[in-house]
């Protein structure tokens, strides 16, 4: 962490942890964002993170089925 108590992205050594909301495995860095996935009964926000893995496993199969089923109304 830099002086001025921000990230330095630029740095490879100077990482934040997060949790991933899905797994609650540990993130490095910037995560994904997590929506419109619900877990635990809690819609996920965009302040939440989710793991590279959760986001191509969860995350973005539900968004294609949601882009689908709007494209199945029309």
Do not use: H
């Amino acid at each position: 962490m830099s002086k001025n108590g921000k990230y330095d992205w630029a740095d490879p050594n100077d990482t934040e942890v997060k949790t991933c909301s899905i797994c609650k495995e540990e993130i490095y860095g910037f995560g994904n964002n997590p929506q419109p996935v619900i877990n635990e009964g809690k819609k996920l926000e965009v302040n939440d993170s989710c793991c590279d893995t959760c986001n191509e496993d969860v995350v973005m199969p539900i968004r294609l089925t949601q882009v689908n089923n709007r494209r199945d109304l029309n």
